[in-house]
């Protein structure tokens, strides 16, 4: 049995904000299910929903600063979960990373930095708890200087770094460092620095025994300077202690079976009760209520990465089409603006919602038909793999995780009954366009369809295996 201590910036359902929190929320649970001692620590933000209250453990002096350690659980789970506890950094609303106006905290540096102190104490047994871990597993950014601090003590427990999205780096102004009061030794090219700034992540690039990231494809992506930002020299340095490790998911709470916020419940054998729920859906949207229509889906952050201008650059040809389309996400307001004015001028055709909506989230992976996700790269990706479990065929750009979990439906693919979505390559509006067409004419040929629903419904996106990777490699070290 492994100690494990699994430092987050998020974990789901105690604060959420995209990919990451599903990760820490979902491996910890497979990894204490496969016997080993997970506990998870990250802040103790004002907007973490607690069912019972936190109970205090201790508290330590860092930086003349008095900082709390709390304990609860992870919800429904027998995790153990520390939260860092400084009120005058994460006692604020808003969430980890920006305000309630959706600024980042202009303090965010210090925030994260004495977040990785403190868990630097925990991780050398100097916070009172009798606990010491074998391994300290750190995720993103906010958890970097984590290996680097960890460095320069011995002994030590060995550390692994995951890559969720290398895009958020964590850069900071050279004079930072002094700020943060971060020891000397760590400030040169092969270390915290970078191109005369402070960047985080490089601690844990740079110092981690391993270096994970969430697929296969990613891995070898991100040491190439298309996906690399500049680390990739670094990376592909470091190839030896790099892989990739997909996600899975939550095959509890993204259950056509039995998920409680759908119309219908369904399953691969009863794949029929799938149109209740795009009925419903097009009432709800106020689209034409038509079953034969496709339907076209789509959840996402609406920022660059996830290609959202692509699709905006075919809705022009789309809505000449016999097909709709639904959109729920929020982010970069001229996308949100963009898509809300496409949505006025073809209210018979596009259906736009603006926000952040769990149950719609739900309906929409049960209702549509297609699932679009152009992403310009992508670490390793949910919601194509939630389309899936639905029956609802993905259209995704062939990059990251999306690469790794989708086979694209051709001739010898439908035939080895492999296929389980459509993808593409180049990320042009031309390119999504044809794959949108080729995906409608094999909509269009329904015993083709059913096929491939079923091939994808049928494929194991458990966290148990996942768990099991994570486990071996913990084991390796
Ligand atoms: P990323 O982490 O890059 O945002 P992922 O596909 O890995 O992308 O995960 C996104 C997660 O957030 C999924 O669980 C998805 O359903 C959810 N999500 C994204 N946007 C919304 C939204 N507007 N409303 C509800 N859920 C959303």
Redesign the pocket.
Known sequence: MKKILFATSEVHPLIKT???A?VAGSLPKALLSLEQDIRIILPNYQSIKHIEQPRYICTLRIDNRDVNILETKLPDTEVIVWLVDYRPFFDHPGNPYVDEQGNPWPNIAERFALFCRLTTEVAMNRAYMDWSPDIVHCNDWQTGLIPALLSLEKPKPATIFTIH?LAYQGLFPASMYQSLNLPGKLWNPDGLEFHEMLSFIKGGLAYADRITTVSPTYAREIQTPEFGYGLEGLLSHKQDILSGILNGMDLQQWNPESDPYISQNFTISSLKNKIANKTALQKRMSLPVNEDIPVFGV???LVEQKGIDLIINCLKEMVEMPLQFVL???GDNSIELELQNYARLYPEKIAVTI????SL?HQIEASADIFLMPSRFEP????QMYSQRYGTLPIVRKTGGLADTIVDALPHTIEDASASGVSFNEATPGALLEAIKRTLILYNSKSAWRQIQRNAMKKDFSWEMSANQYLALYNQL
């Open positions: 995209g990919g990451l599903d999205n959840i996402s952050r729920l996400g929020s926000g952040y909506d769990e989230a390793c990706g949910l919601n």
